[in-house]
């Protein structure tokens, strides 16, 4: 039964249709006779994981394992490494837009961060017990409740304030042959916050109360109540939180990028959902000085006023920064949808006539940014025309056309190709009858293999792993494998071998490759299976595997990144 491939859109648009070709020839079962290859002179070929590999004669991909694939021609049009060309029709289903390098109207804008409202720290007062006693009686009814520096809060009763009390008045008494004994006791009761006043009162009444008066040590709204009437407090335990709510603090998520723009003293308009028509002045007070390293977000805090009472802690909040950039007053900018990010470089595509549909990569250094452009510092000049839509789809072109891409750069690839040139020679694999008979046995193994590296199980892996090699085993008959099944035994034993997951996913990726090569052949099983790739795997080389669902889940990265990749072609039976 005649087989084919059908290739499917991934991402944005499908590298087969940027770089005009399909897969298209049909493959004949292993009774039939083969037809001998011929490829035509002047053509190179490349493996569509690893487009770094670019050499004249076809065979299998050094890195991974896959079959090259040919480069498309460009039609004869004279084409640099930096530059892709695309044909009409590839252009128009690649919706590409682009837009002239100018300077944009930023050198003063707004920057909208979110946030919520919080108590003032510095107004926020923890009244604790200085000394073991009892609450006789609690003058305070409930939380939210106000009240005044020196209103008294509730009555105590405290042995150890009895005692200090009796000190005191014998002390007193002899204050003029110990007058150093007299101020100690009197030092004592300062410390656990009486008053002289109340002390003076209780030398001149010359009698010991059973309870006195606990104060606020502030003014404010009670935001915590701890104690109950008649409960025991030890010295240091929490009795009330006082909250001074007149003035707020708003504590905003600034981003990475956006850090530049803000410093202490800068003014925030605060807006909230519950006062639409209301604005709020707030004044930058504190910038963290470190940054989140999961969220990439550090707190920009303010202060406000909030003498009417209308603003609660907890509330959302938006605020808007005013930022003047450091830069010209016109800078050159481009949009941010126009910038590729490698990690360690930013590119663009240039297109350099409009009725020409040749684009050239380019590396810019970039600036601020702001209301969705970036400052260029480097690498374009006035009425540039980038792409700023379908940038990615140019670039995926051009890593399967082995050019200069986001992910490799000229030398890199000039290297690679001489390198790799001669080791590539000759290396078509071939399956055999007896060897597809094994594949096919070990698919439902491999793809068991993928389903415990997708849930980050490193012992099931193995195991499976195991179970796999010791098939191979089984179906050779203990005679030493041969050709591809012979890589793919050893694959398994060193997978099975492995108890570290980041190893064992190292080793799927050329494992995967092998049964992808296999299936590319025509040599499925009776289901549909889904060629799926994931680009940050293999050190941001990408990578590839197969399955039987469409629905992604990657095996490289699990639930880290569970739904990273596409599907980039779908093997089925015609």
């Not at 991402?11 to 005009?20: D, E, M, N, P, R």
């Not at 604790?128 to 939210?144: H, K, M, N």
Request: include cysteine; charged fraction near 20%; glycine fraction near 6%.
């Amino acid at each position: 039964m005649d087989k084919k491939f059908l290739l499917v859109v991934a991402g944005a648009l499908s590298i087969g249709l940027l770089t005009g070709y399909f897969v298209k020839d049909a493959f004949t079962t292993t009774s039939e006779p083969s037809a001998t290859h011929q490829h035509e002179e002047g053509t190179r070929y490349t493996c569509s994981m690893h487009p770094q590999i670019n050499q004249p004669e076809p065979g299998s991909c050094p890195i991974c394992g896959m079959a090259l694939i040919p480069v498309p021609s460009n039609d004869g049009q004279g084409q640099g490494l930096n530059e892709v060309v695309l044909s009409p029709n590839a252009l128009a289903l690649s919706q590409i837009e682009t837009q002239i390098v100018g300077g944009h109207d930023g050198h003063k804008t707004s920057i909208m961060l979110s946030g919520t409202l919080a108590l003032n720290e510095d107004r926020h007062t923890v009244q604790t017990a200085e000394y073991d006693g009892r609450i006789e009686q609690l003058l305070i009814s409930s939380e939210g409740q106000y009240v005044t520096k020196g209103q008294v809060l509730a009555r105590v009763y405290s042995p150890v304030i009895l005692e200090l009390q009796q000190e005191l008045l014998t002390a007193a008494k002899l204050k003029e042959q110990q007058p150093d004994w007299y101020q100690a006791v009197r030092n004592k009761l300062r410390l656990l916050k009486f008053s002289d006043e109340w002390i003076d009162a209780l030398e001149s009444d010359g009698k010991t109360q059973d309870t006195f008066d606990l104060v606020a040590e502030s003014s404010g709204t009670i935001t915590k109540l701890v104690v109950e009437e008649g409960a025991f407090v030890s010295r240091g335990r929490v009795i009330a939180e006082i909250a001074d709510l007149s003035r707020l603090w708003v504590r905003l998520e600034g981003y990475e990028d956006q850090l530049y723009a803000f410093q202490k003293g800068q003014k925030v308009v605060v807006s909230v959902a519950s006062f639409p028509s209301r604005e709020f002045d707030a004044t930058v007070t504190f910038i963290d000085p470190v940054l989140n390293s999961q969220s990439r977000v550090t707190e920009i805090r303010a202060e406000l006023s909030n003498s009417e009472g209308m603003l609660k802690p907890g509330m959302f909040v938006k605020g808007e920064v005013k930022v003047a950039s450091t830069q010209n007053k016109n800078p050159l900018t481009v949009p941010s949808t126009a910038v590729l990010w490698t990690g360690e470089r930013s590119v663009v595509y240039v297109q350099p006539s409009k009725e020409i549909p040749n684009f050239v990569l380019k590396t810019v250094v970039l600036g601020e940014k702001h209301d969705g452009y970036y400052e260029v510092v480097e690498g374009l000049e006035p009425r540039d025309r980038v792409v700023v839509n379908g940038a990615f789809v140019i670039d995926a072109s051009a890593q399967l056309k082995g050019q200069t891409s986001m992910m490799n750069n000229a030398n890199e690839n000039a290297s690679m190709t001489l390198h790799l040139e001669e080791h590539n020679k000759g290396s078509q694999k071939q399956f055999t009858a007896e060897d597809n008979a094994i594949m096919a046995a070990l698919l439902p193994h491999y793809l068991r293999i993928k389903n415990a590296l997708v849930n980050s199980d490193a012992v099931e892996s193995a195991q499976r792993a195991k179970e796999s090699f010791q098939l191979v085993k089984s179906e050779t008959n203990e005679v030493p494998a041969q050709g591809m099944i012979s890589h793919i035994e050893r694959m398994l034993k060193t997978l099975s071998e492995q108890s570290d997951l980041e190893n064992q996913r190292h080793e799927f990726i050329a494992l995967s490759a092998h049964f992808i090569d296999w299936a590319s052949q025509g040599l499925t099983s009776d289901e549909t299976l889904y060629v799926q790739f994931c680009p940050m795997a293999n050190d941001n080389q990408g990578a590839q595997w197969l399955s039987t669902e469409e629905e992604i889940r990657n095996p490289y990265y699990g639930d880290a990144m569970l739904s990273c990749g596409s599907i980039v072609e779908v093997l089925s039976i015609e």
